[in-house]
């Protein structure tokens, strides 16, 4: 969908009733008038150019609390999959949750400038990219650490909006508080590269530029059994910027049960202005100069002839 600056209606008939009954993604901190407070402020510090979008969006939600949860500054910590790598001025990535509880929404906006990307949260992005020829997108980074900070969805949706190159996204993330471990991965014409972000690291730059779902520290055997990241992470490694590679087992998971289930591989090629949405079997092409409001219908969990689980 188009939502343009977000003030004529358009976003809040789709996202707003799922806001009002969203309480629940606050902490108990954010549930407080102090909380609350407290997340203005820290949004306020770290993305003020995003403040009249904020107050512009929240002011068509009927709850009390929107503007405190589209700061994304006082939400339970979430996890999920996912692998990514970045090259050749591509970035091609394999989001992986539970389809039931993504918003599963592509949306092009102008709050600051064009951006698209996939909606999460209200506002915030997990993958996207602007007109100026920037790509982001997001991993979890494998650790249960929390700290006080943004969820990375928000944090991406700043970025793009108010920056041109990596090495300007990476200079600005590097100032942001990030609430749990996530990998981060930024393309440009000129530039790809991935950081491992954390409440309790530094920003750290990746030896590569993908990512799966660890970061530097040694990953226990039995997260390994459950999420496969060193070997997706090997996988990618090998195969490069490659959409088959990313359609075909390990990298594309069908695992949903577990939450770990691949629910789309977004290919963007940010200069061009252009991304492609694929499934297997399926595709969907969108650009700033072609945006398509639509819909697709999705059957997941269905193996081609020629994959294995």
């Known amino acids: 969908m188009e939502i343009g600056d977000g003030g004529d209606g358009r976003w809040a008939a789709h996202v707003g009733p799922t806001l009002v009954s969203a309480e629940g993604w606050l902490t108990e901190e954010g549930q407080t008038p102090q909380g609350a407070a407290r997340a203005r402020s820290l949004f306020e510090a770290h993305m003020p150019e995003l403040v009249p979008a904020l107050d512009r969006l929240s002011g068509q939600v009927a ?59 209200g506002w915030g992005l997990l993958d996207g990219m602007n007109d100026a020829g920037l790509a982001v997108s997001l991993t979890f980074g494998g650790r249960n650490v929390d700290g006080p900070g943004f969820a990375l969805p928000v944090v991406l949706r700043y970025l793009l909006e108010t920056c041109q190159t990596v090495d300007e996204a990476v200079s600005r993330l590097r100032t942001i508080p990030i609430a749990i471990p996530q990998n981060v991965t930024l393309v440009d014409p ?21 990512a799966a779902n660890h970061q530097h520290l ?36 069908y695992g949903y049960d577990e939450w770990l289930g691949t629910v789309y591989t977004a290919h963007y090629r940010p200069a061009d202005g252009r991304v492609t949405y694929h499934w297997p079997g399926e595709n969907w092409e969108q650009s700033f100069t072609c945006f398509s409001p639509g819909s697709r219908t999705i059957t997941f969990g269905q193996l081609n002839e020629n994959d294995t689980p």
């Open 190 to 210: 000129d530039k790809t590269v991935t950081v491992y972000v954390a409440p309790d690291i530094p920003l750290t730059t990746a030896p590569d530029t993908c």
């Open 63 to 121: 709850s009390p609390r929107a503007g405190t949860l589209l700061t994304l500054a006082a939400v339970r910590p979430f996890f999920s999959g996912c692998t990514q790598i970045g090259g050749k001025g591509t970035l091609l990535r394999n989001y992986d949750f539970a389809p039931d509880h993504c918003e599963a929404t592509i949306v092009s906006s102008d709050f600051l400038r064009p951006v698209i990307g996939v909606q999460e949260a």
């Open 218 to 253: 040694p990953v226990p055997d039995e997260q390994e059994r459950s999420t496969r990241t060193q070997e997706r992470l090997a996988a990618v490694q090998a195969a490069g910027v490659d959409v088959t590679a990313m359609l075909r087992p390990p990298l594309y998971q």
